[in-house]
Structure formats: C-alpha cells, structure tokens
C-alpha cells in the first residue's frame, strides 16, 4: 500500500507541477491581438469571407469600405503585390487573402517589412474557398515584401 501512495504522491507532484509551468504560456495565449484595419470595397464577397474567417480565429477586424487602392500605396505596397482588399496590423501591411497563421508569425517574428501579401485571388487561399469553387485549390504563395520593394516567399501553399 505505501508504495501505491508513494506513487500517487510522485504522480500528484509531477501534475501540480506541468500545471504551474502551463500558467504563463496561458497567459501569452490570452494576450490580445492588435486590431486589424482592412479596406476593401463595400460589395467584395470574398474580402468578407476572408473578415469573417479572421474573426473566427480571433482577430478584431475594423473594416473600411472604401476601397483599398488608395491605402495600398499609402502604406507603400507596391501594386504588383496588390490583392482585393488592404489591411493593417502592429505596423505591418497584409495585402489580399493571407491565411490567419502567416498574420500570427508576421507579429510574432516581427521581420524588417513592409509586410506579407498575397498577389491577385488565388482560388483556394481563405475568402477564395468558398462552395461556388468547389474543391479547387491553386497553388499560392505568401510573399514577404522587403522595404526595398524586393519579395522572399514567407509561406507556401501547394
């Protein structure tokens, strides 16, 4: 019996242990993400799409519809990096349907960018997978755009 108590005690140990380690990373879990400004044009269904599945991931999206063509060179993205839709987070451009984890890294490794785009509307990407495309997927890549205006793939999609 002592050895089964002895064991018990070790296990609830070992437990209360990996809990007080887990309290900090809860912690930086809940910390909130900075809120996400996009301008798109008021009638764009996939800008909306790609809202709705950001928000579904946590993100807190401030939509302006007015366009984006104005802001994208505002901001200093260049036009062949252009999408439908522009936004904005912690100081960095994500230009089209970027999916919500290259948005994570982007703050959380914080590269010296202008930020992350994803060029045109690659069937597939989020906001671009919706039923009216069936199970088609086109191969895409999210590209970090350098402050020279230069590009390196950040992610791939195939």
């Known amino acids: 019996m002592s050895q089964n108590r002895l064991?018990?005690?070790?296990w609830l140990r070992t437990a209360a242990a990996l809990a007080a380690a887990a309290v900090p990373a809860l912690g930086r879990a809940a910390t909130p993400l900075p809120v996400l400004q996009v301008w798109k044009s008021p009638s764009c269904g996939c800008c909306n799409?790609?809202?709705?599945?950001?928000?579904?991931?946590?993100f807190r999206v401030q939509a302006h519809d007015s366009g984006n063509t104005a802001m994208r060179a505002r901001l200093g993205l260049p036009l062949k990096y252009g999408s439908c839709h522009t936004a904005l987070?912690?100081?960095y451009v994500v230009e089209g349907h970027v999916p919500p984890?290259?948005?994570?890294?982007l703050l959380a490794d914080k590269p010296d960018a202008?930020?992350?785009a994803v060029p045109g509307m690659p069937?597939?990407?989020p906001g671009m997978d919706g039923p009216e495309y069936g199970d088609r997927r086109d191969p895409y890549d999210v590209l970090l755009?350098?402050?020279d205006g230069t590009t390196r793939v950040w992610?791939?999609?195939r």
């Open 7 to 10: 064991s018990r005690r070790r």
């Open 89 to 91: 987070i912690g100081g």
């Open 155 to 157: 992610a791939s999609y």
């Open 123 to 125: 069937v597939g990407s």
């Open 49 to 58: 799409d790609w809202i709705a599945i950001l928000q579904r991931e946590g």
């Open 145 to 147: 755009v350098l402050r």
């Open 101 to 105: 984890r290259d948005i994570r890294r």
């Open 114 to 116: 202008i930020g992350i």
